[in-house]
């Protein structure tokens, strides 16, 4: 039966976007439109004084605080509601939203635009992690600058590091990351059935809706959210789109026409939220024997001017944090500091790439310290049914690192390369382990989120199911309708399944956190197999199905202690590479993956995930530098902000390792976020080998590499 | 406001511009990005424009006698396809952009765009290029070096229009490009190479080496290339640390958002004893 869902079928989305039918938002004629263009900090911290707007001509508009509603707030209602809508006397970063100036003509709008004055007294600004901890300036948040810290202790770390024989250490750092969608953030919103409807390129419909209605002061229901065609996302369109959506909301409540809020690549490159930068600091204690005995391990990831969903991303990065190991003592510190940096967000892996990156470069340089190979060294602390977890619960997962690894062993030769490369300065070849948690952290699927599904026969051989999760390139609406279709004996073509409408879909949550196949997959088999009892009630007989977390997994989301997550995906990166001698460049000659996504529901869309994930992890660890010079990200064109193309990395040898999960669709595990997390220290690792150096910061550039030589 | 000009003949483009002040446009390639506006404005040209790729001779790449003749508006893909064109030079090309920018952008244009990045011009320095100006009533021809004065700037005159690039077709057994970009292809350079030499009986005849975004211009020194000619194999061996400090001395890069300058310094001068050891020594032995 698995052997069959498995099997590839045609996209449902493949021939409008090959072909280019396939309509985004900028595709869309809503007939006599207005233009917005956002008003933006020029200055990355700074008091504003005063603001001249020319005198407008009729038509045209200035939106800001005082245009949102009397009922409503100046604040955008995401996972923490302390980003404005509109700054009103202070901005704390380049770029924060200031006003919507609006108009039939974008021309004139430009011109309009570059007369619009504001003054401003400018304060010190703090960029970094060191220069947020150290309140540089004077603290933006709070007193200390830290929107929140978290520990977690397993066992007694104290006491290890008290008796430990000897104690390795390391800090590692990461950068912001681009996510570099194809189609830029965009989306319009019109003024029907009077009240707002915001049409968006978007992963989270009800996300928006919370923030819009939020802001204006009404009910849910009373503003629509409409999905069209999405052309891309990795997390960028997870909170962002809120970001421009509430003012374009508050600019049609007040103006009642349509409004087209677009950005251009250079405006997103530059003024879209990045993946937060990392800087770990791990330490390992070690008995006489060499054996690891402890471990503590210090995150500080940087978010920016706002909090945002910072402190979950942060939550994860932690959960994270010790990778695929059972450490018997161990002590995780989180802190995420506050900087005037555009504020950092969703971006696939939120949180778990930058604290897998630290945690599998250090145990490889702990073997590296105790003359051994990364893997055999890893292996000895791989963890196992029943170990116990970093937030002491059992591992519930039965982990198949070591048949994984015999895969990925056998694929690549890396047992056999890793020595022959020994002492060649130009090979090197290099693996990482890592899990990824499917779906919300915790019990967060059951508190926070509480998805519903619905079906609906349509026909006598069609149904219709109707879920808020939005294909934006990952092959979700092919999956979720083989998923139907399996239960109800149907081919997967006759079920139907929309670009997501609040008027329509019930709320079955974001597009995120790996969890729409293994979560929303789940509830539509469940829904489905409801369905089927009634198909014989005729068409139009209806079934729905709400999310229920499996009784045997528990959590304190107070404490962080229990089951962080019901199941994990599991992955294995080998990435061989050749550097050359006179310009340090890294060729990457081989890439071998070993996955275990559960069952894969779909063995080419899977792939694409595999593909499209590692490549995308390798641009983080070799070339997608992203600086920040005078609060400005300094890489803010496609020119210089650099991603792999197809001529940079080979193609990759990948195989599934099946081990179904009771609660996913026909065994289905998240995978999304999974396939990019082990990339940038597998890479990382090769380039540590050959270069006889330990690396500690991605991006792995050229630079950098000489630097290591010198 | 501005007008946009689309002569069909060199003449009339020369006419044209003898009457106002504008900006040729070939390609469009660079000029496009440079003065690119909001979607659905139009780009910020800051003058006139005079569209040149509707003129038909100067398409034209051809041989007369030992010098290449290339028109201002042949392709990056013309220059490509077409047999004759120096090996250096076919790799510098080659290495720009992607297919579809080589289809419309032209070398005229990488030329008159001057970046201290653009990678045709650091092997036409090697290779001894000159353009030629014309103007209504004349042309000059001046060596590339003299064209180029800086980044982003040229000495064209007012009037004049680049129309053609001249590259003396000299033996050369040894060719060398290198360029080290962002990523292995569709990049911007962080620095580049270019080497050309002749070697004669075990000496060498005649050498060029250029040294492209490691400076506002292309590096190239006639004077340590002249110190170079005429030694044998022997005799460069005991140069060669010299040598190596010549351009180390020259060699003066920048930090910028693609690379650095200690990067860029090191490299070039990696590339550079590369290709003396295991280049040149070797055609010598």
Redesign the interface.
């Known amino acids: 039966m698995n052997d069959e869902i498995r099997k590839s079928v045609r996209r449902v989305d493949a021939v409008a976007k090959a072909s280019g039918l396939a309509k985004y938002i900028s595709d869309y004629n809503f007939g006599d439109i207005l233009y917005a263009r956002l008003v933006r900090s020029t200055r990355p911290r700074a008091k504003i004084i005063s603001i001249t707007v020319p005198e407008l001509p009729d038509g045209y508009y200035y939106v800001d605080h005082r245009d949102i509603p009397e009922k409503g707030k100046n604040r955008i209602q995401m996972i923490k509601d302390d980003w404005k809508v509109f700054a009103e006397d202070e901005v704390r970063y380049v770029g924060e939203t200031i006003a919507l100036l609006i108009g039939p003509d974008r021309e004139k709008l430009l011109s309009l635009l570059s007369e619009i004055k504001i003054s401003y007294e400018d304060q010190e600004p703090a960029y970094t992690i060191e220069e947020g901890l150290a309140c540089k300036g004077g603290a933006i948040v709070g007193d200390d600058n830290i929107y929140g810290e978290y520990n977690l202790v397993k066992g007694d770390p104290d006491t290890a590091f008290n008796n430990a024989a000897r104690v390795i250490e390391g800090t590692y750092r990461t950068g912001f990351q681009e996510h570099l969608y194809m189609e830029p953030q965009g989306m319009v919103g019109t003024w029907e059935g009077g009240r707002v409807n915001i049409y968006a390129s978007a992963q989270c419909p009800y996300y928006i809706q919370k923030s819009v209605s939020g802001a204006l002061g009404v009910e849910g229901k009373e503003v629509r959210i409409k999905q069209v065609t999405t052309g891309g996302a990795f997390g960028g369109k997870e909170h962002f789109p809120d970001v421009i959506a509430v003012p374009l909301a508050v600019a049609v409540n007040k103006i009642k026409k349509p409004v087209e809020l677009i950005f251009d690549r250079i405006e997103d490159i530059s003024y879209t939220c990045k993946r937060h930068p990392s800087r770990i600091t791990i330490k390992t204690a070690l008995d006489k024997e060499n054996n690891i005995t402890g471990m503590t391990i210090d995150t500080v990831i940087n978010g920016g001017g706002y909090e945002s969903s910072t402190l979950i991303v942060l939550q994860r990065a932690l959960l994270h944090g010790i990778g695929v190991y059972n450490i018997p003592n161990a002590h995780v510190r989180g802190r995420a500091v506050a900087t005037n940096t555009f504020p950092s967000d969703a971006y696939r892996g939120f949180g778990a790439p930058q604290g897998l990156y630290a945690i599998e470069m250090h145990m490889s340089q702990v073997a590296k310290e105790l003359g051994m190979f990364p893997a055999d060294f890893k292996r000895k602390y791989f963890i196992k049914n029943g170990d116990m977890t970093i937030t002491n619960a059992t591992m519930k997962d039965t982990v198949k690192l070591e048949e994984m690894f015999a895969a990925a062993d056998e694929m690549s030769g890396y047992s056999k390369k890793i020595r022959e490369y020994k002492d060649d300065p130009y090979k090197g070849i290099g693996i990482s382990f890592v899990n990824h948690g499917g779906g919300f952290t915790g019990n967060g699927e059951q508190e926070i989120i509480k998805g519903v599904v619905k079906m609906k026969r349509t026909g006598e051989n069609s149904a219709a199911l109707y879920v808020s999760n939005v294909e934006m390139g990952q092959g979700l609406q092919t999956v979720l309708r083989k998923i139907a279709a399996k239960e109800l004996g149907l081919n997967y073509t006759d079920i139907e399944y929309d670009n997501p409408d609040t008027d329509i879909v019930p709320d079955s949550g974001p597009t995120v956190a790996s969890r729409s196949t293994m979560v929303v997959g789940y509830l539509i088999q469940e829904c489905a197999k409801k369905l089927k009892t009634k198909w014989d009630e005729g068409v139009g007989a209806e079934a729905e199905h709400h999310y229920k977390h499996p009784s045997e997994f528990k959590w304190d989301q107070d404490t962080l202690q229990g089951d962080a997550y019901p199941t994990y995906g599991w992955g294995i990166n080998v990435v061989e590479v050749e550097m050359d001698k006179d310009t340090y460049e890294v060729k990457t000659t081989g890439i071998w993956t070993v996955f275990d996504v559960g069952i894969p529901m779909d063995d080419t869309i899977m792939y694409g995930q595999v593909s499209g994930g590692v490549v995308q992890g390798l641009g983080y660890a070799s070339i997608e530098k992203c600086e920040v010079l005078d609060g400005k990200f300094r890489q803010h064109t496609m020119a210089d902000y650099v991603i792999p193309t197809s001529v940079d990395f080979p193609q990759i040898k990948n195989r599934f390792i099946d081990n179904p999960y009771k609660y996913g669709p026909s065994g289905a595990k998240g995978a999304g976020e999974l396939v990019f997390d082990a990339a940038a220290p597998a890479y990382a690792d090769a380039v540590q080998q050959l270069a006889g150096k330990n690396i500690y910061d991605i991006p792995v550039t050229p630079e950098m590499i000489m630097g290591l030589e010198e | 406001m501005v007008n946009s000009y689309r002569p069909t003949t060199l003449p009339e483009a020369l006419k044209l511009m003898e009457t106002r002040d504008m900006i040729p446009f070939a390609g469009g390639t660079d000029l496009m990005v440079k003065y690119q ?6 780009p910020r040209f800051p003058k006139d424009v005079l569209f040149l790729n509707h003129i038909p001779s100067l398409k034209k790449i051809e041989v007369n006698g030992e010098t290449l003749a290339i028109g201002a508006g042949a392709t990056l893909s013309d220059v490509i396809d077409y047999p004759r064109t120096p090996d250096i030079l076919r790799e510098a090309v080659l290495s720009i952009a992607a297919p579809g920018i080589r289809n419309i952008a032209t070398l005229a244009g990488n030329i008159c765009n001057a970046s201290p990045a653009g990678d045709s011009i650091c092997a036409l320095y090697a290779l001894d290029a000159s353009v030629i100006l014309s103007k209504s009533g004349g042309e000059r021809e001046l060596p590339l070096p003299e064209f180029i004065t800086g980044p982003g700037k040229t000495s064209l005159g007012r009037g004049e229009l680049l129309t053609e690039v001249r590259i003396p077709l000299k033996e050369a057994n040894l060719q060398v490009f ?1 360029k ?1 970009g ?7 350079s962080k620095l580049s190479f270019s080497a050309v030499a002749e070697i004669k009986g075990g000496t060498i005849d005649g050498i060029a080496l250029a040294f492209g975004a490691v400076g506002p211009t292309v590096v190239r020194s006639k004077e340590l290339e002249k110190k170079l000619t005429g030694k044998t194999l022997e005799e460069i061996k005991v140069l060669y640390k010299d040598i190596i400090d010549d351009y180390s001395a020259m060699i003066v890069p920048i930090d910028d ?4 300058a ?2 860029r310094k ?2 070039a001068l ?2 550079l ?2 290709f003396l050891e295991s280049g040149l020594l070797k055609e010598m032995q």
């Open positions: 506006s909001w979607k659905g404005t139009l290198r080290v962002t990523r292995k292809a569709n990049a911007l958002q693609r690379s650095t200690v990067y090191q490299v990696n590339l004893k590369n």
